[in-house]
């Protein structure tokens, strides 16, 4: 059974970090797609980040380019999102998702593409 779960989120001002962790279990190590989504209250579910296991290739929203980095950790079965010079329009509840394949990158970022879920974690910017 696979089960992600994350940490990291919290409140900050605007200008400020946070790094969030999704720590997987029962993933496997394989051709994996793994990725960071948020969702805003009454907004649809926003593919953030993404990275194939294995790889350093990632793959970024246009809006967080340029502020926010994924990375991985395979040893610790872990993936994290960096974010740096979060503003007001980064609050959401961020969630990590998972699937054992390797999305096209067209489509990476497509949330109904992801089988895998954690509970999420909700992220506050104040301006």
């Known amino acids: 059974q696979v089960q992600l779960v994350e940490s990291g989120g919290g409140s900050v001002q605007a200008g400020g970090s946070l790094r969030l962790s999704c720590v997987a279990s029962?993933?496997?190590?394989?051709?994996?797609?793994l990725a960071w989504f948020r969702q805003a209250p009454g907004k649809e579910r926003e593919g953030v980040a993404a990275i194939y296991t294995g790889t350093e290739t990632p793959f970024y929203a246009d809006s967080v380019k340029g502020r926010f980095t994924i990375s991985q950790d395979i040893a610790r079965n872990t993936w994290y999102l960096q974010m740096n010079n979060l503003g007001p329009e980064d609050t959401a509840m961020y969630y990590c998702?998972?699937?054992?394949?390797?999305?096209?990158?067209?489509?990476?970022?497509?949330?109904?593409?992801?089988?895998?879920w954690g509970q999420g974690t909700q992220v506050t910017v104040s301006s």
């Open positions: 029962g993933l496997g190590y394989s051709s994996n797609s």
């Open positions: 998702a998972a699937l054992q394949a390797r999305l096209p990158p067209e489509v990476i970022l497509d949330a109904g593409r992801y089988g895998y």
